[in-house]
């Protein structure tokens, strides 16, 4: 048996990963993966863009394209399993939020920053705009949420099939 969870933006080549996993799992063996999916933290994605667009920078609007990316969808699993030979393949997604009692709590949480921000330090070339783009999606959020309760949304995917 191979479980993964929340490698798949981690990984340059996720069909090499895939493959050596089909290697190292006996016949009839069991993978398990489990993976944000897309649409998760769609909210955050939103008002940086948002946030772009009113700081006239609209021609950096697409660097955020890449976050998209970041999250695969389930067919795309599915997909990478059947191409690297794994059968019985099982899908199951559950969507649900994760609470906050502000923004400011929201963009410093540890599952945020590490599921996305840091993700997004990393792919977007935004680095040096990052510090300030934070700070205006903060004011933001906060303003649309009356510096109050916010949530994001997260879709969690759970894959599993037998080599």
Same mark, same amino acid.
């Given at each position: 048996m191979a479980v993964t969870n929340l490698t798949y933006?981690?990984? =340059?080549?996720?069909?090499?990963?895939?493959?050596?996993?089909g290697r190292v799992v006996r016949a009839g063996g069991? %993978? #398990? %993966?489990?993976?944000? !999916?897309?649409?998760?933290f769609s909210e955050l994605t939103d008002v940086l863009r948002e946030t772009l667009v009113q700081k006239d920078r609209e021609d950096?609007? =697409?660097?955020?394209?890449?976050m998209d990316a970041l999250f695969p969808t389930g067919a795309t699993l599915r997909a990478a399993l059947e191409h690297a030979g794994f059968t019985k393949i099982r899908a199951s997604t559950? !969507? @649900? !939020? %994760?609470? @906050?009692r502000n923004a400011e709590e929201a963009l410093t949480d540890g599952l945020v920053a590490s599921i996305y921000l840091d993700e997004m330090r990393k792919r977007t070339e935004l680095e040096t705009l990052i510090p300030d783009l934070l700070t205006h999606a903060a004011a933001t959020l906060a303003t649309? #949420?009356?510096?109050?309760?916010? =949530? @994001?949304t997260v879709n969690a995917t759970v894959v599993s099939a037998l080599r």
């Amino acid at each position: 048996m191979a479980v993964t969870n929340l490698t798949y933006a981690n990984l =340059s080549d996720y069909a090499t990963a895939l493959r050596e996993m089909g290697r190292v799992v006996r016949a009839g063996g069991q %993978i #398990h %993966i489990g993976e944000a !999916t897309d649409g998760t933290f769609s909210e955050l994605t939103d008002v940086l863009r948002e946030t772009l667009v009113q700081k006239d920078r609209e021609d950096l609007v =697409s660097r955020l394209d890449v976050m998209d990316a970041l999250f695969p969808t389930g067919a795309t699993l599915r997909a990478a399993l059947e191409h690297a030979g794994f059968t019985k393949i099982r899908a199951s997604t559950e !969507t @649900f !939020t %994760i609470p @906050f009692r502000n923004a400011e709590e929201a963009l410093t949480d540890g599952l945020v920053a590490s599921i996305y921000l840091d993700e997004m330090r990393k792919r977007t070339e935004l680095e040096t705009l990052i510090p300030d783009l934070l700070t205006h999606a903060a004011a933001t959020l906060a303003t649309y #949420h009356s510096n109050g309760p916010l =949530s @994001f949304t997260v879709n969690a995917t759970v894959v599993s099939a037998l080599r």
